[in-house]
Nanobody, 127 residues
Framework: QVQLAESGGGSVQAGGSLTLSCTAS????????MAWFRQAPAKEHEGVAA???????YYSDSAKVRFTISRDNAKNILNLEMTDLKPEDTAMYYC?????????????????????YGQGTQVTVSL
């Protein structure tokens, strides 16, 4: 069974850093776009960043300066380095994978277009 498993979440103070990782079992679902989404309580899933297999990356406005997405295709690992964290970054962070490239069939930030999702890892940022 294909799985995505996130790790690296935790509690930090504002201004701190965390690196999230997502380990995927190899499958056609991990040959295309991989992305990070987050969901705060009572809010919709929000696209944070995405990356194609060739390394082309996409970021939300709130993430483009502070976060860096990367992937190791040989090991099927997706990372999200987060710096200068703010309380508004508090959310459950999810890894997602798709068989096609990030902008195929809709914007990369469209949560519903992905084929596979992880269970999430919680990030809590306090003042």
């Amino acid at each position: 069974q294909v799985q995505l498993a996130e790790s690296g979440g935790g509690s930090v103070q504002a201004g701190g850093s965390l690196t999230l990782s997502c380990t995927a079992s190899r499958s056609p679902y991990t040959e295309g776009c991989m992305a990070w989404f987050r969901q705060a309580p009572a809010k919709e899933h929000e696209g944070v960043a995405a990356i194609d297999k060739n390394g082309r990356a996409y970021y939300s406005d709130s993430a483009k300066v502070r976060f860096t997405i990367s992937r190791d295709n040989a090991k099927n690992i997706l990372n999200l380095e987060m710096t200068d964290l703010k309380p508004e970054d508090t959310a459950m962070y999810y890894c997602a994978a798709d068989r096609t490239w990030c902008t195929y069939g809709g914007p990369w930030s469209q949560y519903s277009k992905f084929d596979l999702y992880g269970q999430g890892t919680q990030v809590t940022v306090s003042l």
